[in-house]
């Protein structure tokens, strides 16, 4: 690997943030700025045993997670917070959803309305909803996928397995492990799907909102990291993939992770940037035991406690060379992209 070292020109553009915590108890989280290759401290009780798990219109959606002796408790306290303001708003506890994947909806006053948890493995789709305000989740399930419910009850049931998340406009779009295509109306409550032709459950899959399209990459494992990066656009309402023309693809930066991956504008530059090494963008897991533990991953809590080495790896997709990003690899907790300019205010 060769250390990244990016021409002046590229300062230009904000990228997203890599935000880091080094302990979830912390009151304290790194920022990486791509931009300036520099690391900022923030602090704020708001991180304290809480985790961010989205980021829309400078709200940041906060999950925080309590312990009984050596248990965690079933209800999570979820709630929202403006990172420049401090404004909070607390949402309805929520019983622990095994690796859910959240989105909100922000309206026309930049406030959001709506929540919805998108639980990654269940029976048929299933989202839990929430408005401020509310006083308990709503569940909707979509009982079009049921049918295999109802066929020999000593036959193996088959779960859906959601892979990714998007928000894209009211619309929550979601994939599952064999290529189906899900998209949860936040504000109508309404579920659409259709089966995705060609699909390789070999691969990893991020989607990303790109304007006003969904973009999906589809990428190879090799070992620990992400090689052969293609890109699908979504026809929202045929509910079909076609292959990203080549000259869209000029002058962008990808930045993936599982849940909150980005697309920023970046003039000459055809690159991805992850989370190395990776597994949903994750990092390298230092426990002894983390093939295991990756095994069970389903059946725990969302909670990222195991600490991992985490890097970031830079892919050119113009000269297929592959830079980690980061002078030296760091021992994190948690880490995901976040909009640059988010903080200001109550955190510094």
């Known amino acids: 690997m060769e250390p990244d070292a990016l021409p002046a020109s590229s300062q230009q553009v904000k990228l997203p943030f890599a935000l880091f915590a080094l302990e979830s108890n912390s009151q304290k989280r790194l ?21 961010c798990v989205f980021e829309n219109g400078g709200w940041l959606l906060m999950i925080q997670h309590k312990q009984q002796g050596f248990q965690e408790q079933h209800l999570q306290t979820i709630f929202l917070v403006h990172a ?11 019983p622990s959803v095994v690796d859910g994947l959240f989105v909100f909806y922000i309206g026309s006053h930049e406030v959001p309305l709506v929540v919805a948890c998108i639980e990654t493995i269940s029976k048929v789709p299933t989202v839990h909803v929430a408005c401020p305000g509310d006083v308990y989740w709503s569940v909707y399930k979509n009982m079009d996928d049921s049918s295999h419910l109802l ?43 259709a089966l995705s032709p060609g699909w390789s459950e070999k691969n990893a899959h991020f989607l990303v909102a790109s304007g006003e399209k969904v973009v999906l990459v589809s990428c190879h494992r090799c070992r620990a990291r ?22 869209e693809l000029c002058d962008s930066s990808w930045f993936l992770y599982r849940g909150r991956s980005f697309r920023v504008r970046e003039e000459g530059k055809r690159r991805v940037y992850t989370f190395y090494p990776s597994q949903w963008g994750g990092s390298t897991p230092i426990d002894a035991e983390s093939s295991r533990k990756r095994k069970v991953a389903h059946n725990k809590s969302m909670h990222p406690r195991e600490k991992s080495i985490t890097n970031i790896y830079m892919h050119d997709l113009e000269d297929g060379v592959v830079r980690t990003v980061l002078p030296t690899s760091i021992v994190t907790e948690a880490r995901h992209w976040l909009q640059s300019g988010v903080f200001g205010g109550p955190f510094h």
């Open 31 to 51: 920022l990486f700025d791509l931009s300036t290759k520099k690391i900022h401290g923030v602090v704020s009780a708001t991180f304290a045993d809480a985790t």
């Open 226 to 247: 992400f090689c052969d990066f293609r890109f699908f656009k979504l026809d929202a309402e045929a509910l079909e993939w076609s292959p990203v023309d080549d000259t």
């Open 84 to 94: 420049s303001t401090g404004r909070r708003v607390d949402l309805p506890a929520c």
């Open 151 to 193: 066929q020999d009850p000593h036959r193996r049931i088959k779960f859906t397995l959601i892979v990714d998340a998007v928000l894209l406009g009211k619309q929550a779009v979601c994939v599952d492990y064999n290529g189906k295509i899900l998209i949860f109306d936040v504000t109508e409550m309404r579920w659409r799907t």
